[in-house]
């Protein structure tokens, strides 16, 4: 029998079928273990621009995005925002080092949006290595996404042009013009917001 003293938390069936299926995608997963797993996850709604996760505090949690939108970014030395991520639906959001180190986290989290997200935290990332089959395996699997992410946009902010980086995430994003500021979309794509308007202006 499943045993833990993580203690249970009050979430509807509907607001975790999102994230059940993307697990599944990863591992697989028994109904009992997921009877057992899906009892510490946690649904919480944030409003359009709170702030999720703030930086210099711990990242406790990895956040999975049921409706919304996630910003992560950071602030530069100058107080300049730079924008790594957006977070869609059945994306996820963290900063991976605070969450794995129990270190101050460099990002912050912020929605863009009315957002509903399940927290997985890292007591049940790490009870889920003990008492899931594969927990170990979707552990590694969410942090080979995440540093693939991670390797994917540093690499094509030195090895793409401006407007290769714009079209990637049109491809990508096709409704992002219409859910998130033309300024965060800019700073992700690591040009002036001037730049981005000749960019769409051309195409």
């Keep these: 029998m499943i045993k833990s003293m993580i203690p249970q938390l009050e979430t509807s069936d509907d607001s975790l079928k999102s994230i059940k299926k993307v697990i599944l995608s990863l591992i697989e997963i028994s109904q009992h273990e997921w009877n057992y797993y899906s009892q510490h996850l946690e649904t919480k709604h ?7 996760l703030q930086a210099n505090t711990v990242c406790n949690n990895v956040y999975f995005v049921n409706k919304g939108l996630l910003r992560v ?3 530069d030395k100058d107080g300049n925002e730079s924008t790594f991520h957006f977070a869609r639906e059945n994306d996820f959001a963290v900063d991976y080092q605070s969450f794995l180190q129990n270190t101050p986290a460099q990002y912050y989290i912020q929605a863009l949006e009315q957002t509903e997200a399940v927290l997985m935290s890292k007591y049940i990332v790490n009870d889920g290595y003990s008492n899931l089959k594969n927990g170990e395996k979707l552990g590694r699997l969410l942090a080979e996404k995440h540093f693939v992410l991670f390797g994917n946009k540093l690499q094509s902010i030195y ?3 401006p407007i290769e980086r714009y079209l990637l995430l049109k491809n990508d994003f096709p409704d992002i013009f219409q859910r998130i ?14 730049h981005l308007s000749r960019l769409k202006n051309n195409r």
């Design 46 to 52: 944030f409003n359009k621009k709170e702030i999720v």
């Design 73 to 75: 970014f950071f602030i």
């Design 159 to 161: 090895t793409q042009s």
């Design 181 to 194: 500021p033309q300024h965060y979309i800019a700073s992700y794509l690591n040009i002036s917001s001037v």
